[in-house]
């Protein structure tokens, strides 16, 4: 991730540049020596930051507030500043807009429904739940520490501090391996249920604007009594929209997309096209422009081609963060340092809430899973954090009047501190949990996170047991099964695709079991220390391993463990604690291939690599045929 950043960060920054040509064109050319400087000085601010493991935004939200403190503010107003520079306002305003729409795009073709519904129960109760509990102490400490008034100031301030952040998550896991365990697949569930719901408060923030807007010099919507009527008339076309989109996605999109495919760069355009039309078009009829750009991405992130159309386009992430973030930095600027420094006695108690409050919700919702206490506080501590899109909702309800400058810093505050402590402790997170699993060992009571009921009797004693399921576990599980006296196998996953594959197949010796194969109660549970091998095939989760290779030794020191990585460093680490082999993928892979290589080079043109690549064509067909739909999953 760190790599792929540094690589399009340039790429999004010349588009920045590129995209103020107009202000230079139309007479606002002392703009872009300013920009060229904030950009510049946030390309380095971000490698610095990612050195420290913190989020990109921290830089562009700080270089957009010196760049703004530089030019005066806030002594100086953007009124002021607008009649010496002539179109700085409508600048900045054109820039965010374009940055939110480019976010929310982007998030929703991050938005995976088909995740999402797999695993929906574990998703709802700790999404939704999680949420719920999060707007119930922030809507009560807004009050109580903010001084909120009314409803709406209490529920929108609660909302900013509940909602994770869906990059903070996705850094922690990919940083950990964990993307695919269990807690990763609840810990992101968690923030997508959240950014929907901050989605649908965002649209309700713009329709507010757009009735003010339109009360004042229009009577587009002179049908529109009050409020209410409005809201029912927006819900209806965002009802409308979002099914035109799918239909848009199933009968169109696909088919353009894959041959939009052959070319980045068509692609690209495209993309940024799709989703400026679509919020232009929701902006002209009256919906929220921001929510019709999260849908477009949402109708685009669910084609068969999600993966190739993020890599492609996304650029488009980084540049609309750019444009945002650095604007954000310039409001910032805007407010005077009293709002922030006053109320400190708000911030500090707020903060705390969020960071160290927040991860224990995870004990009560995970108790109504079933989670077990450790993956229940890496949950905990990987959401423990407010996010962009609260930054966003923030901001928009600071421009239209439900926050005052006081309310709108104290929401800054505590957002930006709590992302830089909660990066912090994601590089620390398996160290938190040896220190506070006692705070969580209520949970460890709990069967599992998942029904663990099996159609076949589970055999728990010199057995094989595969964590994970991939080629290597395929490999193992059919192995086992020729063998003259077949070898029972007990496959402990947390994909229930995987699960129900195996489950289905009633002469099968695999014995699948639906539960984190990370969490060392489940291997208690099912009595790996008297297994006859155990075989890790969770992939990069290397603290996962580590740990497993220790509670081994511990218990059973004869007991063969073997690891697979791609990695010569976690080979080593696993080696030192303890692992009698590890299957490092990419060096055996080469190993094999040299062997092939060395058959084949010498042979006429005409024979070379033909026996040998028909043959593993035949190989790979041969298991695809074999493990059906959860082929792509292996």
């Given at each position: 991730m760190t790599k792929s950043l540094i690589y399009k960060l340039p790429l999004a920054l010349a588009l920045g540049l590129f995209a103020s040509m107009p202000a230079y064109a139309g007479g606002g050319g002392w703009f872009i020596k300013p920009l060229g400087l904030m950009l510049g000085g946030a390309m380095i601010l971000t490698i610095l930051l990612i050195k420290l493991k913190q989020t990109n935004i921290l830089s562009f939200v700080i270089m957009g507030y010196i760049m703004a403190s530089v030019a005066g503010l806030p002594e100086t107003s953007l009124d002021q500043l607008d009649q010496h520079y002539s179109g700085i306002r409508a600048i900045?305003?054109?820039?965010?807009?374009?940055?939110?729409?480019?976010?929310?795009?982007?998030?929703?073709?991050?938005?995976?429904?088909?995740?999402?519904?797999?695993?929906?129960k574990l998703i709802l109760v700790n999404g939704v739940g999680y949420l719920g509990l999060g707007l119930l102490l922030f809507f009560w400490a807004a009050a109580q520490f903010a001084g909120t008034e009314g409803f709406s100031e209490s529920i929108y301030f609660a909302l900013c501090l509940a909602v994770p952040s869906s990059i903070l998550v996705a850094a922690?896991?990919?940083?950990?391996?964990?993307?695919?365990?269990?807690?990763?697949?609840?810990?992101?569930?968690?923030?997508?249920?959240?950014?929907?719901c901050a989605i649908v408060f965002?649209?309700?923030?713009?329709?507010?604007?757009?009735?003010?807007?339109?009360?004042?010099?229009?009577?587009?919507?002179?049908?529109?009594?009050?409020?209410?009527?409005f809201n029912?008339?927006?819900?209806?076309?965002?009802?409308?929209?979002?099914?035109?989109?799918?239909?848009?996605?199933?009968?169109?999109?696909?088919?353009?997309?894959?041959?939009?495919?052959?070319?980045?760069?068509?692609?690209?355009?495209?993309?940024?096209?799709?989703?400026?039309?679509?919020?232009?078009?929701?902006?002209?009829?009256?919906?929220?422009?921001?929510a019709g750009a999260f849908f477009a991405g949402i109708s685009v992130g669910n084609l068969p081609y999600r993966l190739d159309i993020e890599d492609k386009v996304g650029p488009l992430k980084l540049f609309g963060q750019i444009l945002f973030f650095?604007?954000?930095?310039?409001?910032?600027?805007?407010?005077?340092?009293?709002?922030?420094?006053?109320?400190?006695?708000?911030?500090?108690?707020?903060?705390?809430?969020?960071?160290?409050?927040?991860?224990?919700?995870?004990?009560?919702?995970?108790?109504?899973?079933?989670?077990?206490?450790?993956?229940?506080?890496?949950?905990?501590?990987t959401v423990n954090q407010s996010s962009a899109i609260s930054i966003i909702v923030a901001l928009l309800a600071w421009k239209y009047d439900v926050f005052d400058d006081r309310l709108f810093a104290?929401?800054?505050?505590?957002?930006?501190?709590?992302?830089?402590?909660?990066?912090?402790?994601?590089?620390?997170?398996?160290?938190?949990?040896?220190?506070?699993?006692?705070?969580?060992?209520?949970?460890n009571r709990n069967i599992s996170a998942i029904d663990l009921e099996s159609s076949r009797q589970v055999v728990l004693k010199d057995h094989v047991v595969l964590l994970g399921f991939n080629e290597i576990a395929q490999e193992i599980s059919e192995f086992c099964d020729v063998q003259l006296t077949p070898e029972r196998v007990l496959l402990i996953d947390c994909d229930p695709d995987i699960i129900k594959h195996f489950e289905d197949r009633k002469d099968s010796?695999?014995?699948?079991?639906?539960?984190?194969?990370?969490?060392?109660?489940?291997?208690q549970e099912y009595k790996l220390n008297e297994a006859k091998v155990v075989v890790s095939c969770m992939g990069s989760d290397l603290d996962a391993?580590?740990?497993?290779?220790?509670?081994?030794?511990?218990?059973?020191?004869?007991?063969?463990?073997?690891?697979?990585?791609?990695?010569?460093?976690?080979?080593?680490?696993?080696?030192?604690?303890?692992?009698?082999?590890?299957?490092?993928?990419?060096?055996?892979?080469?190993?094999?291939?040299?062997?092939?290589?060395?058959?084949?080079?010498?042979?006429?043109?005409?024979?070379?690599?033909?026996?040998?690549?028909?043959?593993?064509?035949?190989?790979?067909?041969?298991?695809?045929?074999?493990?059906?739909?959860?082929?792509?999953?292996?």
């Amino acid at each position: 991730m760190t790599k792929s950043l540094i690589y399009k960060l340039p790429l999004a920054l010349a588009l920045g540049l590129f995209a103020s040509m107009p202000a230079y064109a139309g007479g606002g050319g002392w703009f872009i020596k300013p920009l060229g400087l904030m950009l510049g000085g946030a390309m380095i601010l971000t490698i610095l930051l990612i050195k420290l493991k913190q989020t990109n935004i921290l830089s562009f939200v700080i270089m957009g507030y010196i760049m703004a403190s530089v030019a005066g503010l806030p002594e100086t107003s953007l009124d002021q500043l607008d009649q010496h520079y002539s179109g700085i306002r409508a600048i900045l305003s054109g820039f965010q807009q374009i940055g939110l729409v480019l976010i929310l795009f982007m998030a929703g073709l991050q938005f995976n429904l088909i995740d999402i519904t797999k695993r929906f129960k574990l998703i709802l109760v700790n999404g939704v739940g999680y949420l719920g509990l999060g707007l119930l102490l922030f809507f009560w400490a807004a009050a109580q520490f903010a001084g909120t008034e009314g409803f709406s100031e209490s529920i929108y301030f609660a909302l900013c501090l509940a909602v994770p952040s869906s990059i903070l998550v996705a850094a922690a896991l990919e940083n950990h391996g964990t993307e695919e365990s269990l807690q990763g697949q609840i810990s992101t569930g968690i923030a997508v249920v959240s950014s929907l719901c901050a989605i649908v408060f965002i649209a309700k923030l713009s329709a507010t604007g757009v009735v003010s807007q339109i009360s004042d010099s229009s009577t587009f919507f002179s049908g529109a009594d009050n409020f209410m009527e409005f809201n029912l008339w927006m819900t209806e076309r965002l009802v409308f929209l979002v099914v035109i989109l799918m239909i848009l996605s199933k009968l169109v999109l696909e088919p353009v997309v894959r041959y939009l495919l052959r070319s980045s760069e068509l692609l690209f355009v495209s993309a940024l096209g799709y989703c400026m039309g679509i919020a232009a078009i929701c902006g002209y009829i009256g919906i929220s422009p921001e929510a019709g750009a999260f849908f477009a991405g949402i109708s685009v992130g669910n084609l068969p081609y999600r993966l190739d159309i993020e890599d492609k386009v996304g650029p488009l992430k980084l540049f609309g963060q750019i444009l945002f973030f650095l604007t954000v930095g310039v409001e910032i600027a805007t407010i005077q340092a009293e709002n922030f420094s006053s109320n400190l006695g708000a911030i500090i108690p707020l903060l705390l809430l969020v960071v160290l409050v927040k991860p224990f919700f995870l004990i009560i919702t995970g108790y109504a899973s079933k989670l077990k206490g450790r993956t229940a506080f890496l949950i905990g501590t990987t959401v423990n954090q407010s996010s962009a899109i609260s930054i966003i909702v923030a901001l928009l309800a600071w421009k239209y009047d439900v926050f005052d400058d006081r309310l709108f810093a104290i929401l800054i505050a505590v957002i930006l501190a709590s992302l830089v402590l909660s990066s912090m402790g994601h590089a620390i997170q398996p160290a938190l949990y040896q220190t506070f699993k006692w705070l969580v060992g209520v949970l460890n009571r709990n069967i599992s996170a998942i029904d663990l009921e099996s159609s076949r009797q589970v055999v728990l004693k010199d057995h094989v047991v595969l964590l994970g399921f991939n080629e290597i576990a395929q490999e193992i599980s059919e192995f086992c099964d020729v063998q003259l006296t077949p070898e029972r196998v007990l496959l402990i996953d947390c994909d229930p695709d995987i699960i129900k594959h195996f489950e289905d197949r009633k002469d099968s010796n695999v014995d699948p079991v639906y539960a984190d194969p990370a969490d060392p109660k489940v291997w208690q549970e099912y009595k790996l220390n008297e297994a006859k091998v155990v075989v890790s095939c969770m992939g990069s989760d290397l603290d996962a391993d580590v740990e497993l290779a220790n509670y081994i030794k511990k218990t059973s020191p004869d007991l063969p463990f073997i690891a697979v990585t791609t990695s010569h460093e976690d080979s080593l680490k696993l080696y030192e604690n303890g692992a009698r082999y590890v299957i490092q993928t990419e060096q055996l892979a080469s190993k094999t291939f040299r062997g092939v290589f060395a058959e084949e080079i010498d042979k006429p043109a005409v024979e070379s690599f033909l026996e040998k690549g028909s043959s593993h064509w035949k190989d790979t067909r041969s298991i695809r045929d074999g493990l059906g739909e959860i082929f792509k999953l292996v």
